[in-house]
C-alpha cells in the first residue's frame, strides 16, 4: 500500500481539526441559543403576585359570670385610627342600657370576673367617653338591649390598635358586659356596676 506523502498529511490533519472546531462550536452557539430562550420564557411568565395581608382583627366570645346568662360574640377591627367593634349580645334584662369596656387582663376565670382587673389604660388618662375629651383606650359607648334583652354591638374605641404588639394592643386583654350603664363621668370606671360577662379577646 502506498503511504500518503507528507506534504499531503499536513493539510488533511489541519482539516479534520478544523472540522472537529467547527462541531463543537455549533454545539455551543445551540446551547447558548437554548439559554436564551429559556430565559425568555422566564421572563415573559408573570410572577406570581402576594395576596394582600388581612386586614387586622380580634374576636371574644362573652361568657356568663356566675348567676347572670349574658353572653354573645364581639369583633374587632382596626379601620383607619380606631378600632370598630360589632356583634351580639344576649341575656340581657329588657329595654336596659349596659357600660362595656376592654379591661387590661385577659382572664375571665373568677366568678365575678374581678380577675380581668380594671380598664384597659396604656396611657395613664382618666375614664371618659370615647371621642369627647379624655377617656381610656378600652372605654366603649353603652350597649341598650331591646325588649327580649338582646344587644346589637356597633362601637369603636380610640388609642388603642390590635395585633402589633404594641402597649394599646387589645389582643390578650378582656372585654366585659357591666350590670349598669357607664356614666362617663365617675373614676375610673363610670360607676358601671357589677360584670355580667367576660370574654378573652384572641386575634383571628
Known amino acids: 500500500m502506498t503511504s500518503m506523502p507528507s506534504r499531503l498529511l499536513v493539510p488533511a490533519v489541519l482539516a479534520a481539526a478544523l472540522a472537529a472546531c467547527g462541531g463543537g462550536s455549533s454545539g455551543g452557539d445551540n446551547a447558548a441559543a437554548e439559554a436564551d430562550r429559556a430565559g425568555e420564557t422566564a421572563t415573559s411568565t408573570p410572577a406570581t403576585e402576594t395576596p394582600a ?57 373568677a366568678p365575678d370576673a374581678t380577675s380581668a382587673g380594671g380598664h384597659f389604660n396604656p396611657a395613664g388618662t382618666e375614664h371618659g367617653r370615647v371621642g369627647q375629651d379624655a377617656h381610656h383606650a378600652g372605654d366603649s359607648d353603652n350597649i341598650t338591649a331591646d325588649a327580649e334583652g ?55
Open 53 to 109: 395581608a388581612a386586614a387586622a382583627g380580634a374576636s371574644a366570645m362573652l361568657e356568663p359570670t356566675e348567676g347572670n346568662q349574658t353572653r354573645g360574640e364581639l369583633r374587632f377591627a382596626a379601620v383607619g385610627d380606631r378600632i370598630e367593634v360589632t356583634g351580639t349580645i344576649s341575656g340581657l334584662p329588657g329595654n336596659s342600657t349596659h357600660g362595656f369596656h376592654v379591661h387590661e387582663t385577659g382572664d375571665c376565670s
Open 150 to 204: 338582646n344587644a346589637t354591638v356597633q362601637g369603636w374605641l380610640e388609642g388603642a390598635t390590635v395585633g402589633d404588639g404594641a402597649a394599646t394592643d387589645i389582643v390578650g386583654k378582656a372585654v366585659i358586659v357591666h350590670a349598669d350603664a357607664d356614666d362617663y363621668v365617675t373614676q375610673p370606671t363610670g360607676n358601671a356596676g357589677d360584670r355580667l360577662a367576660c370574654g378573652v379577646i384572641a386575634a383571628r
